[in-house]
C-alpha cells in the first residue's frame, strides 16, 4: 500500500499520541511500531479503518497491540 499524506498525516499522529500516553519519546514510539510490524502491516494497511475510530479507542487498541507484540510490558 503506498503512503500518500493522509496516512503519512495518520501515522505521525499515532505515533506523537502514543508517545505522550506511553511517556516515552516519538522516536522509541516509531521504533517499535516498525520493529515489530505493527506499523507497516497493521496501521498503514488498516488507515481506511482506523481513522474512524476515537482517538480513545484508537490509542487503547494500539496499546493493547503492542502489549501482544511484546514491545510493551504486560
Keep these: 500500500m503506498a503512503i500518500n499524506?493522509?496516512?503519512l498525516n495518520?501515522?505521525?499522529y499515532c505515533i506523537?499520541?502514543?508517545a505522550h500516553r506511553l511517556n516515552?519519546?516519538?522516536q522509541d514510539v516509531y521504533r517499535r511500531l516498525k520493529s515489530s510490524g505493527?506499523?507497516?502491516d497493521y496501521i498503514v494497511p488498516s488507515y481506511d479503518v482506523l481513522h474512524t475510530f476515537g482517538?480513545?479507542?484508537l490509542l487503547e487498541d494500539?496499546?493493547?497491540y503492542m502489549r501482544e507484540k511484546g514491545v510493551?510490558?504486560?
Design 5 to 7: 499524506s493522509e496516512i
Design 10 to 12: 495518520f501515522v505521525t
Design 16 to 18: 506523537s499520541q502514543l
Design 24 to 26: 516515552l519519546s516519538q
Design 38 to 40: 505493527i506499523l507497516y
Design 55 to 57: 482517538s480513545r479507542y
Design 62 to 64: 494500539l496499546t493493547d
Design 72 to 74: 510493551l510490558p504486560a
